[in-house]
T-cell receptor, first 115, second 109 residues
């Protein structure tokens, strides 16, 4: 257990559904990330939050909408997804973005299947 | 932004042999270079890291080297064992972590 928990572990959704992925960290970290892991791009950075402020949006389609209500929680809201969005979505946290040299701890991931 | 390339994409070795994975990055301002191991069905986990003021770091059978001038890092695993079989990712950071494309290592008994 790394202190980063993601729910749900598995999610199947239709293209017209709306769902949310949740990530929670109990490490006292200030930075949180969403990564997408697929066969084509093994660890693709989607969003970065530092102290609840979004500092990176890596050209992610608007059908993915992140939310960081506090430094311990991160959400990824999903709507009108495409089958190619099926992937493993990994949340991670690290102590601080400013120094840039601290370990990132990953959650177990949510395996998303869009049908 | 930072771009990280990793080679080879797959690597097969006999148990007991050494394995070397190479990584190049583009942003000379990056100052932290971790390596992660991801076993099948599990999350990526840090195995070793190096900072830009250090050239080499060792931890038992694992070593990482950094050439800041060439913007190049290498992971060396000696005396490989079947449990070393996994996907290995390098990363570069000056804040956020950008990962390489991964190397699938298979160690055959």
């Amino acid at each position: 257990e790394t202190g980063v928990t993601q729910t749900p572990r598995h999610l199947v959704m239709g293209m017209t559904n709306k769902k949310s992925l949740k990530c929670e960290q109990h490490l006292g970290h200030n930075a949180m990330y969403w990564y997408k892991q697929s066969a084509k791009k093994p660890l693709e950075l989607m969003f970065v939050y530092s102290l609840e402020e979004r500092v990176e949006n890596n050209s992610v389609p608007s059908r993915f909408s992140p939310e960081c209500p506090n430094s311990s929680h991160l959400f990824l809201h999903l709507h009108t997804l495409q089958p190619e969005d099926s992937a493993l979505y990994l949340c991670a946290s690290s102590q601080d973005l400013r120094t840039g040299n601290t370990e990132a701890f990953f959650g177990q991931g949510t395996r998303l299947t869009v049908v | 932004g930072e771009n990280v390339e990793q080679h080879p994409s797959t690597l097969s070795v006999q148990e007991g042999d050494s394995a070397v994975i190479k990584c190049t990055y583009s942003d000379s301002a990056s100052n932290y270079f971790p390596w992660y191991k991801q076993e099948l069905g599990k999350r990526p986990q840090l195995i070793i890291d190096i900072r830009s003021n250090v050239g080499e770091k060792k931890d038992q059978r694992i070593a990482v080297t950094l050439n800041k001038t060439a913007k190049h890092s290498s992971l060396h695993i000696t005396e490989t064992q079947p449990e070393d079989s996994a996907v290995y990712f390098c990363a570069a950071s000056k804040g956020k972590l950008i990962f390489g494309t991964g190397t699938r290592l298979q160690v055959f008994p």
